[in-house]
């Protein structure tokens, strides 16, 4: 068994918990970033609802700033 009172061996034993407890930190924020494959589909929808919901906000607030006639003929067209 080495000899813990060398400082070679203290050197070496605080590098190892360093490096030991930095992969454990990046392993453990990983896990928590980790989307589930369950989500995915649920996700891509979101999206598309929220693209289909920012384009009828455009459309509504062209048809709220447009003038009256304007207005009229986007109702008639729609």
Do not use: Y
């Amino acid at each position: 068994m080495p000899d813990i009172d060398s400082p070679f061996t203290m050197v070496v034993l605080i590098v190892a918990i360093g490096v030991g407890a930095g992969v454990i930190n990046n392993w453990l924020k990983m896990k928590a970033q980790r989307v589930d494959l369950d989500q995915a589909p649920e996700i891509d929808s979101l999206r598309r609802e929220v693209h289909d919901l920012r384009e009828r906000v455009k459309t509504l607030e062209r048809l709220a700033t447009d003038k009256e006639s304007a207005l009229h003929r986007e109702f008639s067209r729609l």
